[in-house]
């Protein structure tokens, strides 16, 4: 919206009367600014991440605590979150194992 905004940008008026151009000027400094706190935020939760910038990242766009809305697709769920949890437990034990007969 704002790059559109900038292309198609006209006079501005009202009652047929064109706003002064520190006006207009002032409007645009001040959508500038709202809008440059997203990406400065954005730089400065990369940079004072722990690790690589790459690891920053992956950790940044994770989902932490989402669950569906809907009550019985929450069930859904949670039931595959677990037989997922159990599934990797008994593949570890499983590699374990293994190793153990192995030796």
Known sequence: MFFTTIIFNRDITY?????????IALGWLSCCISIACIPSHMLYTLMRGKGSLMETLRKQLQAVDWTPANEEHRLEYEEYQRSRKLTSELKAITVETMKSERL
């Open 15 to 23: 009652n047929g009367i064109r706003y002064p151009g520190w006006a």
